[in-house]
């Protein structure tokens, strides 16, 4: 089955500064990768998410890029904000439709320093 | 819309008692979904369910028993609770169809078995 990594597990950037997050996978099926945030308590919620047949997307301050061939992918957040602190998951899947099981990373804690 | 509704929010359990996590979504999502997240770990998979009167096994099954007999609920059955069964439980649900179908977490359920 498929195996996601990530990396780091922490990370911590001054606030205002970029943040990198990298996820690699290894069933070459699969075809959708999407970014999850979760806060303290709270259940993870979809921040942004690509398709096999794109090699980036970007929603305002932040992207993910996808490199098929190495078969990883990173989400890149510009201009950190406190708010931006939680818990981020990556996730792929190769079910028909592209998203109906996931397998998730292990996750990155990531805090803003003010 | 409520979402996906989870019930109940925290509980203890002795090992070998049983019991029910409730989910419900109201958003007619034909997918639902548990996982179970385990300190520093990702979400894994136990049961999902591609519509009223279907699931099938997930990543982690063992331990766990779920039915869907409506869209709308989507229970999970633990039986005979162990120490390893301590985790905080997610439900989900999406609408499958081609190019989409973003997972909707529901707040969680924080199990401990002792």
């Known amino acids: 089955g498929e195996n996601v990594e990530q990396h780091p597990s922490t990370l911590s950037v001054q606030e205002g500064d970029s943040a990198v997050i990298k996820c690699t996978y290894s069933?070459?099926?699969?075809?959708?990768f999407p970014w999850y945030k979760q806060e303290l308590g709270k259940g993870p919620q979809l921040i942004i998410d690509i398709r096999s047949n794109v090699g980036e997307k970007k929603d305002q301050r932040i992207a993910v890029t996808l490199n098929k061939t190495a078969k990883h992918f990173s989400l890149h957040i510009t201009e950190t904000q406190p708010e931006d602190s939680a818990v981020y998951f990556c996730a792929a899947s190769n079910g028909d439709f592209g998203n109906e099981k996931l397998t998730f990373g292990t996750g990155t804690r990531l805090t803003i320093i003010p | 819309n409520a979402g996906v509704t989870q019930t109940p929010k925290f509980r203890i359990l002795k090992i070998g008692q049983s019991m029910t996590l409730q989910c419900t979504q109201d958003m007619n999502h034909n997918y639902m979904y548990w996982y179970r997240q385990d300190p520093g770990m990702g979400l894994k998979l136990i049961y999902y369910?591609?519509?009223?009167?279907?699931?099938d096994k997930g990543e982690v099954p063992n331990g766990y028993n779920v039915s869907r007999s409506t869209t709308e609920d989507f229970p999970l059955r633990l039986e005979l609770a162990a120490p390893s069964q301590t985790s905080v439980y997610f439900c989900?649900?999406?609408?499958?169809?081609?190019?989409?179908?973003?997972?909707?977490f529901g707040p969680g359920t924080r199990l401990t078995v002792l």
């Open positions: 369910s591609v519509g009223a009167g279907i699931t």
């Open positions: 069933d070459s099926a699969s075809n959708y």
């Open positions: 989900a649900s999406s609408y499958v169809r081609q190019g989409s179908g973003e997972q909707f």
